[in-house]
C-alpha cells in the first residue's frame, strides 16, 4: 500500500514506527461504578483471575482441548458467546477497562445472583495489560488468538500504541502454535489501513484477504454494531501462524 503502489513506502512507515510503550491502553475506568460492580471487581474477578504462573492448561476446572486467547474483550459480547458455544476450549479473556469488566461478570453473574455463585469452568480473565501475559505464557500454548475492534489509535504520533505492531508480532507467533489462527477485526480506515501494512511486511502469519462480512463463527459485538449503525464497513482478517 506505499504511495508509489510498490509497498516501499508501506514498508518504511512500519519499520520507522517507535516501539511499543509500557502500556498501550488509556483510562482503566469510565463512567462511576455502581455498588453491584464494584462487588463484582472484588468478590468475583479474583475467583476468575488467571494465574499466569501455573501451566495455562492448569487454570480451567477440566483440561481443555485448546485454549483460546482474546486481546480487549470490551463489553464481553465475544468472550461470552465464545465461552457458551465451546464448553471444551478454555478461553482466556484480557481486558484493563473495569466498565467492560463489569459487563462480562454481569453477564456470568445476573442482578439477584450472590457474587460468589458458581462460575463458568472454561473462561479466566485477565486485567493488566495483555503483553505482560503474552511474554508469560509459554511456547505454542495457544490455539486461537482474537482482536476484535481494538483502539485504533488513529493519529500517526500514537502509532506505536496499536497493537498490531511489528515488535509484537514475535511474540503473538511465539505463544500460537503452528497453524493456529489469529483474527483481526477492524471498522477504522487507519487502523484497516496499518493492519494491512504491517501483516504485508513480515512472515511470520500466513494472511489471506480479509473478509467485509462477518464470517461464519464470528460473534458479533457493540462495536461492530456501532460501526455498522454508522455506515462503516469493518474487515475481518484470519491470519495463520505459519510453519
Same mark, same amino acid.
Given at each position: ?94 481486558? *484493563?477497562?473495569?466498565?467492560? &469488566?463489569?459487563? @462480562?461478570?454481569?453477564? +456470568?453473574? %445476573?442482578? $439477584?445472583?450472590?457474587?460468589? /455463585? ?45 497493537? *498490531?505492531?511489528?515488535?509484537? &508480532?514475535?511474540? @503473538?507467533?511465539?505463544? +500460537?502454535? %503452528?497453524? $493456529?489462527?489469529?483474527?483481526? /477485526? ?58
Amino acid at each position: 500500500m506505499g504511495e508509489d503502489g510498490s509497498g516501499a513506502a508501506a514498508e518504511g512507515r512500519v519499520r520507522a514506527v517507535k516501539p511499543p510503550p509500557d502500556r498501550l491502553y488509556g483510562r482503566q475506568r469510565g463512567q462511576t461504578l455502581r455498588a453491584r460492580q464494584r462487588l463484582l471487581l472484588t468478590e468475583t474477578l479474583p475467583r476468575l483471575r488467571f494465574d499466569h504462573a501455573a501451566t495455562p492448561a492448569a487454570a480451567f476446572a477440566d483440561p481443555p482441548s485448546q485454549i483460546w486467547l482474546e486481546v480487549g474483550f470490551g463489553g464481553g459480547e465475544h468472550s461470552y458467546a465464545q465461552m457458551l458455544a465451546n464448553p471444551s476450549v478454555g478461553l482466556i479473556a484480557c481486558e *484493563v477497562f473495569e466498565n467492560g &469488566l463489569c459487563s @462480562l461478570l454481569s453477564r +456470568l453473574v %445476573p442482578d $439477584g445472583a450472590e457474587a460468589t /455463585a458458581p462460575l463458568p469452568g472454561n473462561l479466566r480473565l485477565w486485567d493488566d495489560d495483555a503483553r505482560t501475559l503474552i511474554r508469560a505464557l509459554p511456547d505454542t500454548c495457544i490455539d486461537r488468538l482474537f482482536l476484535l475492534f481494538p483502539d485504533p489509535w488513529p493519529k500517526a504520533r500514537h502509532a506505536k500504541r496499536r497493537f *498490531v505492531h511489528p515488535a509484537l &508480532l514475535p511474540d @503473538l507467533a511465539r505463544i +500460537l502454535r %503452528p497453524g $493456529g489462527r489469529w483474527r483481526i /477485526a477492524s471498522d477504522d480506515p487507519t487502523y484497516q489501513a496499518w493492519v494491512t501494512e504491517v501483516l504485508a511486511n513480515q512472515t511470520l502469519f500466513t494472511v489471506p484477504a480479509p473478509a467485509t462480512t462477518r464470517p461464519d463463527g464470528w460473534p458479533p459485538t457493540r462495536y461492530e454494531a456501532k460501526a455498522l449503525k454508522a455506515g462503516r464497513t469493518p474487515l475481518y482478517w484470519e491470519v495463520t501462524k505459519a510453519g
